[in-house]
């Protein structure tokens, strides 16, 4: 069963750091790269970060070039995103998403998705 479970997500000052993880399911992890995308309240699903399935290449949304590192663990089947010097418009879900089926990487052309961790941060 394909499944991506997000974790990690709270609310933190600007200026402050978290670590998200996404554990999946080893035929889930397996998929052609993996991305980390973002909803905040009435705005559209943004696609943050991309990671390839070797871990040797990545992309990220200007707004977080810097201060965002995506990276997985194949030992575990697992995602990651840590996420420095955070400020208040990052505040949003945040979803993993796998197994990419055309398009660039942020478009939501993604087979499977997590159900989201919230990260609020505050001025």
């Known amino acids: 069963q394909v499944q991506l479970v997000e974790s990690g997500g709270g609310s933190v000052q600007a200026g402050g750091s978290l670590r998200l993880s996404c554990a999946a399911s080893a035929n889930t992890y397996r998929s052609n790269g993996m991305a980390w995308f973002r909803q905040a309240p009435g705005k559209e699903r943004e696609g943050v970060a991309w990671i390839s399935a070797a871990g040797d290449s990545a992309a990220y949304v200007d707004s977080v070039k810097g201060r965002f590192t995506i990276s997985r663990d194949n030992a575990k089947n697992t995602l990651y995103l840590q996420m420095n010097s955070l400020k208040p418009e990052d505040t949003a879900m945040y979803y993993c998403?796998?197994?990419?089926?055309?398009?660039?990487?942020?478009?939501?052309?993604?087979?499977?998705w997590g159900q989201g961790t919230q990260v609020t941060v505050s001025s």
């Open positions: 998403a796998a197994d990419r089926y055309g398009g660039r990487w942020y478009d939501l052309r993604y087979r499977y």
